[in-house]
């Protein structure tokens, strides 16, 4: 084996190097075939390519003022910072930073057009009514948004529901940011942004494998008592996307409604996995598991997800997070491995 494709090998963003290219060739192909340009969905902070850098720029200051004072104290501040920059960050740990950001930018990007072009690849077979039977045994014949509604009523209840389920939509960049930037471990930071990466390819995995448009849009009626909120005012922007997107693929309009799997409960579960198994504190991990409880149930509050869809989606959580261990270095078996092989290399005589 040539010694670069070693090293290529051992970097801890082979993996999301390969993926991102992988599913960037993916989406550039079908765009190409079906006539309909990349488009850069916008969001939090506007668009991707100019958010995670913003998001990078500000995390790395709020995690370099206090370490700064916390060493050097306030008055020393500035000077501090400038120390810890000089002596920790790295052109490698830089690079690494970026590495993971553009891998998360090209395969989101390239998941928000794949998914896109669920009606033109297809069609318009939808499997909703199978999900939507297989709530009712799990729910002894009941519907679980219908039984949610009654248990926490449609008043404050879907306020707060809506507000913890939109909140996903700045979570994302800012936790991989916040990893990247504030993780001393560049593989940690890798692990993470791998997982979430790969939650993107295998969410368009999923979505094409069992097309769904979700109870919300497939049975509008029975979420029609619920008040205007956060959630309600983002199905109708995406259901004026679909139509929009329907009427000229060409056209600004993207295609955002696919039930199964859910990647909100997926990337969340990935997030409070992952923050679990890399030891961060025990105040962040317990609030990452909370989220994800209020999360799964927003899900069918709501009306966005069946119950099959949050089963899935832990499922592609879990393998994300499985997947991204593995192909950084991260797994417990890898790490006892790099232990055993520093403490022989200590042990040996220097001849």
């Known amino acids: 084996m040539p010694r670069w494709f ?14 991102s290219m992988g599913v960037g060739a993916t989406a550039i192909y079908f765009s190409q075939d079906l006539n309909v340009g ?11 390519y100019i958010r995670l850098p913003m998001l990078g720029l500000l995390l790395f200051a709020a995690g370099l003022a206090p370490q700064a004072i916390h060493r050097y104290g306030v008055k020393h501040m500035l000077s501090g910072m400038r120390t810890i920059v000089r002596d920790e960050w790295t052109l490698k740990r830089v690079g690494y ?21 669920l009606p033109l690849i297809g069609g318009d077979t939808v499997h909703d009514r199978a999900l939507l039977e297989l709530d009712h045994f799990l729910f002894f014949g009941n519907n ?6 009654s248990l926490l009523g449609t008043t404050i209840a879907a306020q707060v529901l809506a507000v913890l389920y939109v909140l996903y939509l700045p979570v994302v960049p800012i936790t991989v940011a916040a990893v990247l930037v504030l993780h001393r471990d560049v593989t940690v930071g890798a692990w993470y942004a791998t997982a979430v990466s790969l939650n993107w390819v295998l969410g368009v995995v999923s979505y094409y494998s069992l097309p769904t448009l979700g109870p919300a849009f497939y049975e509008p ?6 008040p205007e909120n956060g959630a309600t005012q983002l199905q109708m922007s995406l259901l004026r996307g679909a139509f929009g997107f329907k009427e000229d693929p060409q056209g600004d309009k993207i295609f955002g409604i696919a039930g199964f799997a859910s990647l909100h409960v997926s990337v969340v579960f990935t997030l409070a996995l992952f923050l679990h198994y ?19 149930t927003a899900t069918l509050y709501l009306g966005w997800h069946y119950v099959a869809d949050d ?41």
């Open 6 to 19: 070693r090293a290529f090998l051992s970097w801890p963003y082979a993996f999301a190097f390969c993926l």
């Open 278 to 296: 890399a030891g961060i504190a025990r105040a962040i991990r317990y609030t990452a598991w909370v989220y994800l409880a209020f999360t799964v």
């Open 144 to 149: 679980p948004a219908e039984v949610l509604h």
């Open 97 to 117: 930073a970026a590495t993971g950001m553009v891998s998360f930018y090209i395969c989101y990007v390239s998941y928000r057009n794949l998914k896109s072009y």
């Open 221 to 226: 009626q029975r979420f029609a008592d619920l």
């Open 38 to 48: 990349l488009k850069d969905p916008e969001g939090f902070l506007g668009p991707a």
């Open 311 to 351: 089963i899935g989606g832990v499922l592609i959580g879990w393998i994300a997070v499985a997947v991204g261990a593995w192909a950084t270095g991260n797994t417990r078996r890898q790490k006892r491995r790099r232990l055993e092989a520093a403490e022989q290399e200590q042990a040996e005589p220097v001849s």
